[in-house]
């Protein structure tokens, strides 16, 4: 049976995530000045994407997983995400495509997955792609099946944690080779910067 506290989430995330998002206006928070320094703007070379945020309940607290990048020759190497990537000609719409990819990256059942909606499209300067967050829940915590090619490691974030705001912190980092404010919540002892920091945002913005 699934807990009382993890159901009322689910109904009120399904219900603001069918009415108007706070967008730009949560992603702005996170956002780091790499947006405007580097100048990237969408152009016809532009893939689309998307990403899952999923939540279950584990020992009567409330998670979701992010995973860790693995070190790479790309522009996300080493980052924190949410499992996701572009999307497939065979894809029927973007909520396939995050499903598909969280199945193929940390091996969850996409059949036991219920999607609650989404939150804002958002484009990705360094890697010029927009990506759409489909939010979804799971009634029970899943087995990881983490591929290695794509994945270090699987977090599993527990939702206090997201809700606590001393996590939130401010630094430099340079990207390509460029010097940018990044504001970041700090996250079982890793940096969550970036769009995933931007969807985080926005997420918690509408949980409000």
Partial sequence: MVAKPFSDLTTHLRQRLSESLPG???HRKMASSAR?????????????S????????????????LILRPQYDGVHAGQMAFPGGREERTDRDLTQTALREAQE????KVQDVTVLGQLTELFIPPSNFYVQPIVGMLNSRPDFYPDPREVDAVIEVNLATLLDETIVGDSQIEVRG?????????????????ATAMMIAELLEVMK
């Fill in 24 to 26: 730009e206006a949560a």
């Fill in 36 to 48: 405007t320094k580097l100048g990237i703007r969408p152009n016809e070379r532009t893939r689309r």
């Fill in 50 to 65: 998307a990403v899952l945020i999923l939540f279950y309940p584990y020992q009567s607290q409330i998670f979701l997983p």
């Fill in 105 to 108: 990256e940390i091996g969850i």
């Fill in 178 to 194: 460029v010097m940018v404010d990044a504001p970041f919540y700090q996250i079982e002892g890793h940096r969550v910067w970036g």
